[in-house]
């Protein structure tokens, strides 16, 4: 974990996510899964998270120069937000389309580049939102109420 | 079913687990993209890649079992993965389709899944 922060108001937790080594792809997903069992969330609850985290974690890493997820766990509410370096996407309604893919040889190799993977993290989440500046960065914000 | 009877049926081996855990549904893919967007209940996956992302699909969805098929085998540190999170691991030389369609004449039966 990079920073964890706990107040009154409830848990932030930051990871970073690289984009050299595919083989640790699932790790920070895995670690904010194993937090939210900790804190006994709902199991149903938890695997929609874990799900849509995991969808981010493999495209900051097939897809950016690199980012980090924040997890921000309060009382009624589990936050996400994951942001990356670059290089924004062009148009995000075409992305957000199924079967819509940019992903390389590499990722279809490991049996993702689908084009699923921004529609299922709006179907696993309670509110979802994509923002992006082409050239500069991609924004992706989830919520899910507890 | 038990673990046991599945490698009965399909002519397979364990690699990690234990014979006396059972599964009742099956989702066959090579396509965890496909695997992570319909699956939601517990199930086996079956399936013919043999990387990390099939343990972390699997963990993230919270199934117990995969069944290699065409005779894949998964390497050491992939198996480890899957032991740290007490999956059961099964290969067989059967193709998927064949491996799919013994299971499922013998019981096992197949998820109803949505498209959204």
């Given at each position: 974990m990079n920073s964890f922060i706990t107040n009154n108001e409830g848990i932030v937790l930051k990871y970073i996510v690289g984009t050299?080594?595919?083989?640790?792809?699932g790790e920070v997903s895995s670690k904010i899964k194993k937090v939210l069992k900790q804190l006994n969330i709902d199991n149903k609850l938890i695997r929609r998270v874990a799900i849509a985290t995991y969808e981010a974690e493999v495209n900051v890493a097939i897809h950016s120069l690199g980012g980090y997820i924040e997890v921000e766990i309060i009382k009624n509410e589990i936050k996400i937000k994951i942001r990356d370096n670059?290089?924004?996407?062009?148009?995000t309604n075409l992305a957000m389309e199924k079967g819509y893919s940019t992903a390389s040889t590499k990722a279809r190799e490991l049996?993702?580049?689908?084009?699923?993977g921004l529609p299922n993290m709006k179907r696993c989440s309670d509110e979802f939102k994509i923002e992006s500046k082409f050239g500069e960065y991609t924004e992706l914000n989830m919520k899910f109420v507890v | 079913m038990k673990i046991s009877k599945v490698i009965e049926l399909i002519n397979g081996k364990i690699?990690?687990?234990?014979?006396d855990d059972s599964i009742n549904y099956a989702f066959s893919s090579d396509l965890m993209s496909d695997v992570l967007a319909f699956v939601n209940e517990d199930t086996a996956l079956l399936t013919g890649l043999v990387n990390n992302q099939v343990i972390r699909t699997a963990e993230m969805l919270d199934l117990g079992t995969i069944i290699f098929v065409r005779g894949k085998i998964p390497s050491e540190e992939v198996v480890d993965l899957a032991k740290e999170r007490e999956m059961t691991l099964l290969t067989t030389n059967f193709t998927m389709f064949e491996a799919s369609g013994v299971l499922y004449k013998n019981g096992i039966e197949a998820l109803r899944i949505s498209y959204e």
């Open positions: 050299d080594d595919f083989s640790i792809v670059g290089p924004g996407i062009k148009d049996g993702f580049g689908a084009g699923m | 690699l990690i687990g234990n014979i």
